[in-house]
C-alpha cells in the first residue's frame, strides 16, 4: 500500500496537516497554454507570441533546484514560444547576497524566489501577484496590505536526520524526549567515536539551521513580536532568552557534538558524511531526504525533531510571504506578465505540481487538493506537525512588518557566531555587538 500525503489548510497564524489516504491521483492532466481560443479550430489557431522572460530561485538544495529546473524543462517544452532565462546560481553566498549582487548588475528578474519580501516590497522592487493567481491559495500572508507571493510550498520544519545503524550501534533505543535526553544520546554517539552531528558550515545560510532552533525555543515560539521589542529597545540580546539561546548553541559546538570540520564542509557534502558514516546525523529538513535516498538508496534513516529543556517541540510552521513573485518591472509589460503567468498557473496544475512536491519533499500550498507518494521519513514530518501540542512559530529572519528584522543583520550574526565558536570566547560582549548592529541597521533602513 502507497502512503500519500494531501495539501496541507494554512491560515496566517496557524497550519494544519492532512495525511492523505492510500493511491495516486491521476485523474487530471497537466494544462498547457496551446488550446485554441473558444469556437476557432486548433489547426486555425493564432501563433503565439514570442516571450522571454528571467527566473532566479533558490539553488542551495540539489532536489529543490531540480524540482524547478524540471518544471521550467516540462514549460518550455509545452510553451515553446516562450522562452525562460534561468539566471540562478549555486553559490556559496546567502540568497539575500546573490539578489542583490544581480540586482547592483541590471539583472534584477521577472519573475523571483522571493525569500525577503518586506525588503523588496518597501524598495518597489516587486510587485503585487495578480488576484486570478492569489485564488490559487487559499490564504497568503499580506505584506503592506498586499499579496506579494504565490507560496512556493509551506514552511518546512528542521529536525536531526540520523543514521539508524549508528544511533543503534552507540545504544540509543528511543528518540529523545527532552534537550537533555538529546545531549545525552550525542554523548553516547561521541563516546563510540562517530562524530554526532555534521554541519554544513562552509555555506552561510545553513548557520541559520541551529541559531534559529535555539532562538525559537528560547525566543520566538514564547513571543512573537520580540523582533519589534527589540527594535523598539524593549528588548536585548543580552536577555536572558537570548543569551541562553546562544549558550546552548555555543555548547553543542564546543562539547564536541560537531564535527570539526564544520567551517570548511558545505551544505551539499553533509548527506554523503551521513550515508557514509563519518557522522551519525544532520539537522535539516525534509528537502534533504531525497537527497539522502540518491546517495544511498539502501541507507537506513530517521527524523525526529529536537525538543526544548521542557520537552516541547517548537518548529517552524506558520504561513509566510514567500514564492514566485513578479517584479516590478515585468509587471508593466502585458506580454511578460501574460507568460509569468502561464508559468505560474502551470507549476501549480495539479500534476505538475505533484512532481515538484515529491522531487523536494516539500508540504503543498495550493488550495487545491494534492496528492503523492511520500517516503516514511516525511509521514514522521507530517504526523509531527498535525500534533496539537508541538508548537508552530517562525524563524527570527521570517517576521514581516513592524517585526522585521534588519536584513543585513542575519549574515552578519550567523559570521559573529563563527568568529566566536572559532575563537572558543562566547562571552555577553557578543551579544551587545549585536544588539549595536541591528540598532545600525534599524537606522539605516529609516534613512
Request: charged residues 20%.
Amino acid at each position: 500500500m502507497v502512503k500519500t500525503f494531501s495539501k496541507v489548510l494554512v491560515g496566517s497564524t496557524a497550519l494544519a496537516l492532512i495525511v492523505a489516504g492510500c493511491g495516486n491521483n491521476n485523474d487530471s492532466t497537466t494544462p498547457t497554454s496551446s488550446a485554441a481560443p473558444a469556437g476557432t479550430a486548433a489547426a486555425t489557431a493564432a501563433p503565439k507570441k514570442d516571450v522571454t522572460f528571467s527566473v532566479i530561485y533558490a539553488t542551495g538544495d540539489p532536489a529543490t533546484k531540480q524540482a524547478v529546473a524540471d518544471s521550467i524543462t516540462a514549460f518550455t517544452k509545452a510553451n515553446p514560444h516562450i522562452k525562460i532565462k534561468d539566471l540562478s546560481e549555486t553559490t556559496t553566498a546567502s540568497y539575500l547576497d546573490f539578489i542583490k549582487t544581480k540586482d547592483a548588475v541590471g539583472e534584477f528578474p521577472d519573475l523571483i524566489e522571493m525569500r525577503d519580501t518586506q525588503l523588496f516590497a518597501d524598495s518597489g522592487k516587486i510587485a503585487e501577484l495578480p488576484k486570478d493567481l492569489q485564488s490559487l491559495f487559499d490564504s497568503v500572508p499580506q505584506v503592506n496590505g498586499k499579496v506579494y507571493n504565490a507560496p512556493i510550498a509551506l514552511p518546512a520544519p528542521q529536525g536531526i536526520i540520523y543514521s539508524k545503524k549508528a544511533y543503534a550501534d552507540a545504544g540509543i533505543t528511543e528518540e529523545p524526549k527532552t534537550y537533555a535526553d538529546f545531549i545525552a544520546a550525542q554523548e553516547k554517539l561521541k563516546a563510540k567515536g562517530i562524530s554526532p552531528i555534521v554541519v554544513g558550515g562552509k555555506d552561510i545560510f545553513h548557520w541559520g539551521f541551529w541559531i534559529n532552533k535555539f532562538f525559537m525555543d528560547e525566543m520566538l515560539a514564547q513571543d512573537p513580536h520580540w523582533n519589534s521589542k527589540r527594535s523598539q529597545g524593549k528588548a536585548s540580546f543580552t536577555d536572558a532568552g537570548p543569551m541562553k539561546a546562544m549558550t546552548l548553541f555555543t555548547e553543542l559546538f564546543t562539547k564536541g557534538y560537531v564535527d570539526k570540520g564544520f567551517m570548511s564542509t558545505a551544505d551539499n557534502q553533509t548527506a554523503s558524511m551521513l550515508v557514509t558514516g563519518k557522522a551519525a546525523s544532520l539537522y535539516s529538513g525534509p528537502w534533504m531526504f531525497p537527497q539522502i535516498a540518491q546517495a544511498d538508496p539502501k541507507f537506513d534513516f530517521g527524523w525526529y525533531p529536537v525538543p526544548d529543556q521542557n520537552g516541547v517541540v517548537n518548529v517552524v510552521g506558520l504561513a509566510q510571504p514567500s514564492g514566485w513573485s513578479f517584479s516590478a518591472n515585468a509587471i508593466k509589460d502585458p506580454d511578460k506578465t501574460a507568460a509569468i503567468s502561464e508559468f505560474i498557473k502551470f507549476f501549480f496544475s495539479k500534476n505538475q505540481y505533484a512532481s515538484y512536491l515529491k522531487i523536494a519533499s516539500a508540504i503543498p500550498a495550493t488550495k487545491e487538493k494534492i496528492t503523492y507518494e511520500a517516503s516514511p521519513q516525511l509521514q514522521e514530518v507530517l504526523t509531527m506537525m498535525a500534533d496539537p501540542k508541538v508548537v508552530k512559530t517562525l524563524q527570527i529572519n521570517s517576521f514581516w512588518g513592524e517585526d522585521q528584522m534588519p536584513p543585513t543583520w542575519r549574515n552578519w550574526f550567523y559570521k559573529l557566531a563563527q568568529d566566536w565558536l572559532v575563537k572558543g570566547d562566547f562571552s555577553v560582549d557578543y551579544m551587545k555587538k549585536a544588539d549595536a548592529e541591528w540598532d545600525a541597521a534599524i537606522k539605516a533602513m529609516k534613512k
